[in-house]
């Protein structure tokens, strides 16, 4: 019999995969905001399994490598898009583009891409329910490049201190840009070290998204009663750093081994032992695509935001705002010629 999760489960990675896909469709077709994209795939797992697990009030942050993350949560695919398009629909109408999106209605607290840069905030995030008596958590996704930052110590040692309802997810992809792992680490026991603040520690493989499911709701649990914890959870990155990067710091071999830890391979291989068909996932697969192209001609179809709106959700609504460094050589310029002044 057919499991309804396993399915479900199936259906996330899958459209959190094919999301990415497109987002480096948009780049070759010059269509993103910027020429840094940072693609998650092989990452599918540790976004939809902890996504899965999390209630509605809760909130978190992530990584510059956080499109699927969001997208997991409930993320509009075509807002997304629109977003690293730089478009005015995008849920920051353009201006965060890639690797600053943010959203209060879903919990997300913003993406970051600074290494580390968005894990105090769900200290602050935590702290704020706790002295509201709110039921809710707030989780730092990040990479293990963050793991040797302080900022992630600091933030660690006060959850753990003043006893938040606070989750640390490491999602551990191997490499640190083109540095691997053991070559930026004396020690790769990274649980170890949340467990040395006094965090509750856990390591989980990113092959089984029902696995991380079934974690991720155990220990949220926990940090939702006072315990602050620390989930690291093992993947591959499939690709490069960045869309461009060829990753030559890797060899053939070792991609090829990494890229056979696929958690939707996985979850495809426990549903057909259930009994579903190829037929049947070539149906949910042009399902998928589907919605993801529509995404896609949404964003490079929906219009450019306005000169004028750059200074729109920046300043206070009542202030005036300031004029551009254009605009005043404009007025300038055309005040001379007013007064007849050449020189």
């Given at each position: 019999?057919?499991?309804?999760?396993?399915?479900?489960?199936?259906?996330?990675?899958?459209?959190?995969?094919?999301?990415?896909?497109?987002?480096?469709?948009?780049?070759?077709?010059?269509?993103?905001?910027?020429?840094?994209?940072?693609?998650?795939?092989?990452?599918?797992?540790?976004?939809?399994?902890?996504?899965?697990?999390?209630?509605?009030?809760?909130?978190?942050?992530?990584?510059?490598?956080?499109?699927?993350?969001?997208?997991?949560?409930?993320?509009?695919?075509?807002?997304?898009?629109?977003?690293?398009?730089?478009?005015?629909?995008?849920?920051?109408?353009?201006?965060?583009?890639?690797?600053?999106?943010?959203?209060?209605q879903l919990g997300h607290?913003?993406?970051?891409?600074?290494?580390?840069?968005?894990?105090?905030?769900?200290?602050?995030?935590?702290?704020?329910?706790?002295?509201?008596?709110?039921?809710?958590?707030?989780?730092?996704?990040?990479?293990?490049?963050?793991?040797?930052?302080?900022?992630?110590?600091?933030?660690?040692?006060?959850?753990?201190?003043?006893?938040?309802?606070?989750?640390?997810?490491?999602?551990?992809?191997?490499?640190?840009?083109?540095?691997?792992?053991?070559?930026?680490?004396?020690?790769?026991?990274?649980?170890?070290?949340?467990?040395?603040?006094?965090?509750?520690?856990?390591?989980?493989?990113?092959?089984?998204?029902?696995?991380?499911?079934?974690?991720?709701?155990?220990?949220?649990?926990?940090?939702?009663?006072?315990?602050?914890?620390?989930?690291?959870?093992?993947?591959?990155?499939?690709?490069?750093?960045?869309?461009?990067?060829?990753?030559?710091?890797?060899?053939?071999?070792?991609?090829?081994?990494?890229?056979?830890?696929?958690?939707?391979?996985?979850?495809?291989?426990?549903?057909?032992?259930?009994?579903?068909?190829?037929?049947?996932?070539?149906?949910?697969?042009?399902?998928?695509?589907?919605?993801?192209?529509?995404?896609?001609?949404?964003?490079?179809?929906?219009?450019?935001?306005?000169?004028?709106?750059?200074?729109?959700?920046?300043?206070?609504?009542?202030?005036?705002?300031?004029?551009?460094?254009?605009?005043?050589?404009?007025?300038?310029l055309y005040s001379e010629?007013?007064?007849?002044?050449?020189?």
């Amino acid at each position: 019999m057919i499991s309804e999760q396993s399915r479900h489960l199936y259906m996330q990675l899958l459209r959190v995969r094919t999301f990415e896909d497109r987002v480096g469709e948009l780049f070759l077709q010059g269509g993103s905001a910027g020429t840094m994209l940072h693609l998650s795939i092989g990452e599918e797992a540790p976004a939809v399994g902890v996504a899965e697990a999390m209630q509605p009030k809760d909130s978190f942050t992530t990584h510059h490598r956080g499109h699927g993350i969001f997208l997991a949560r409930g993320a509009d695919p075509k807002r997304m898009l629109a977003e690293i398009a730089g478009k005015e629909a995008g849920y920051c109408r353009g201006k965060g583009g890639s690797m600053h999106i943010a959203d209060r209605q879903l919990g997300h607290l913003g993406a970051n891409a600074i290494v580390g840069g968005g894990i105090p905030h769900v200290v602050g995030a935590g702290l704020s329910y706790q002295l509201l008596k709110v039921s809710a958590v707030s989780i730092a996704f990040f990479g293990d490049g963050a793991m040797q930052q302080g900022n992630l110590y600091e933030s660690m040692n006060l959850a753990a201190l003043w006893k938040l309802p606070v989750l640390f997810v490491c999602i551990n992809n191997q490499y640190g840009m083109g540095t691997r792992l053991d070559q930026a680490s004396a020690s790769l026991e990274f649980v170890k070290r949340a467990e040395s603040f006094g965090l509750v520690g856990k390591e989980v493989s990113g092959l089984d998204v029902e696995e991380v499911k079934e974690e991720a709701i155990e220990i949220l649990e926990m940090a939702r009663e006072g315990k602050p914890a620390f989930m690291k959870i093992d993947c591959y990155r499939f690709h490069g750093h960045a869309r461009k990067d060829k990753s030559p710091y890797r060899d053939q071999n070792e991609e090829e081994e990494g890229r056979k830890k696929d958690p939707i391979k996985f979850q495809a291989d426990r549903l057909m032992e259930q009994g579903v068909s190829i037929s049947e996932m070539d149906i949910w697969h042009k399902e998928v695509a589907d919605e993801m192209d529509e995404a896609l001609n949404f964003a490079l179809e929906t219009q450019e935001p306005t000169l004028n709106s750059m200074f729109e959700d920046v300043y206070a609504p009542n202030l005036t705002h300031p004029e551009s460094v254009g605009s005043r050589i404009d007025r300038a310029l055309y005040s001379e010629i007013l007064e007849g002044d050449y020189r």
